[in-house]
């Protein structure tokens, strides 16, 4: 019952299932992944993927922010220049 409370109770203080967590969390590790991978490109060659990595973390913000909200589908977020 222990194991249970732990793998349930922060999904459960934001609102969400356990897998629902999980996917609303592995969609913004991927999106984050590919905004530092826009970044590291960007840094190399600054004229590629100009404003891909803080547009895209502009939309992860505002998810964050609206995590909740009915009519938003927080983990619709764009690949911006990607």
């Given at each position: ?73 927080r ?8």
């Amino acid at each position: 019952m222990r194991l249970q409370r732990l793998m349930t109770e922060h999904p459960n203080s934001v609102g969400e299932s356990y897998f629902g967590h999980m996917l609303f969390a592995l969609n913004m590790s991927r999106i984050m992944l590919l905004a530092g991978g826009a970044a590291f490109v960007h840094a190399l060659l600054p004229f590629l993927f100009e404003t891909t990595a803080s547009g895209m973390m502009a939309q992860l913000n505002d998810a964050m922010q609206h995590r909740g909200d009915e009519e938003t589908d927080r983990t619709d977020v764009q690949m911006g220049s990607l």
